[in-house]
């Protein structure tokens, strides 16, 4: 029921929103890059387009659907992505008689994050993620062989599907999984290597990116800015960012905090026992949120990635994220409140609504990463004995 309404006003139908212009990521960035595409080569003079050559494959599908302009397009292909994901979810719940929990989370999260999930390819990276994880719940045969080719095709749409690789069972699964994932993984960059140009200029794209209005490295600078700071925001590499004294210095504190955050998972890796079914969702669902909450940049669309990995562990009754879940849920209000109804004023003058609400959800999502990485710790390392 949510869905249709809620992906007819992101088709900008009449009947629901009066009409209008589809919403800009689709009509102005997205198109303008499958023409590129379409082209033979990738958008290299975007600074936009700061992403690995399987990006191109989100973008090009909405060129085979007949008749639809390609914006409609865009947003059909998202919403046949979101069914899909939503059937799986109730298939496995229903087959292998799993708790609904996740259902339920993936169906009012996306609700509540509005049309912006259709209006991105989030979803269909997302999509490829929960697949893999579902792969890797069987015991066939191949299916760590599976897991890793769509780990390697997910990573290859956005880079963080790569960490659901950490919680790997140790011995032959971990040898099968990552092995598929670099021969898969390898194969797709050669191939996009060699047909289109430029397709690895992502490789230093990221270099340049500062401290995002959103991240929670720029909670300070918020505050800062009504008390004398003398920086401002600026549209840089196809995001609004800090600039100004001291944003370089928090720039390398959170790639610090990311390293860290990746030593961590080592550590926990290395000590904990991972044979429990359940265990490589739930460190899937902690390493992303470690990534994001140090990252610095926090994009609305990124709870989509977050919501569909804490979907797949509430199919588990034993999984350790449950209360993580739920954090996530209320981080999704928070954050459509702040994107797009409060936007512009906490960019362009900070105001103190917007800011209270920006801390609320960033420190509902560290909150969450912070628990998400206790209670796995606690499910995964063995206590000492006395």
């Not at 080592?266 to 899937?284: F, I, N, Q």
Request: aromatic share 12%.
């Amino acid at each position: 029921m949510t869905r249709l309404w809620l992906v007819p006003a992101a088709l900008k139908l009449p009947t629901f929103t009066g009409g209008g212009s589809l919403d800009p990521s689709v009509d102005r960035m997205y198109r303008g890059w499958y023409a590129v595409l379409s082209s033979g080569t990738f958008p290299v003079n975007d600074v936009s387009w700061q992403y690995p050559p399987g990006a191109a494959l989100p973008i090009l599908a909405p060129g085979l659907v007949p008749v639809l302009d390609y914006g409609q397009a865009f947003i059909v292909t998202s919403a046949l992505c979101d069914a899909l994901i939503t059937v799986g979810l109730l298939y496995a719940a229903v087959r292998h008689g799993r708790p609904f929990a996740g259902v339920w989370l993936w169906t009012v999260a996306m609700a509540v994050l509005s049309t912006l999930p259709w209006n991105r390819f989030d979803l269909q990276v997302t999509a490829v993620a929960m697949a893999a994880l579902a792969a890797a719940a069987s015991r066939r045969v191949w299916a760590d062989r599976v897991f890793g080719a769509l780990i390697a095709l997910g990573a290859l749409i956005k880079v963080w599907p790569v960490l659901l690789l950490v919680g790997t069972e140790r011995g032959r699964r971990t040898r099968v999984a990552w092995l598929s994932m670099a021969v898969a993984g390898g194969a797709l960059v050669a191939g996009f290597a060699l047909a289109v140009p430029h397709a690895l200029g992502f490789l230093t794209a990221q270099r340049s990116r500062g401290v995002q209005i959103e991240s929670v490295g720029a909670l300070p600078f918020h505050v800062a800015r009504h008390f004398g700071w003398s920086g401002t925001w600026a549209a840089k590499d196809g995001s609004h960012e800090f600039v100004g004294p001291y944003v370089g210095l928090v720039s390398v504190v959170m790639q610090g905090l990311t390293v860290l955050a990746f030593g961590w998972l080592l550590w926990w890796r290395w000590r904990s026992v991972r044979t429990a079914p359940w265990m490589l969702a739930d460190a899937a669902l902690t390493a992303v949120l470690l990534f994001v909450v140090t990252s610095r940049v926090i994009s609305p669309q990124y709870l989509v990635w977050l919501v569909g990995l804490a979907a797949v562990c509430l199919l588990r009754r034993e999984t350790s994220q449950r209360p993580v879940a739920w954090l996530l849920l209320a981080a999704c209000l928070f954050t459509t409140l702040g994107f797009p109804l409060l936007y512009r004023e906490l960019r362009d003058n900070g105001d103190p609504l917007a800011v209270a609400n920006l801390f609320a959800r960033d420190l509902l999502l560290v909150g969450a990463a912070a628990l998400s990485a206790v209670r796995l710790w606690r499910a995964g390392v063995p206590a000492r004995q006395p």
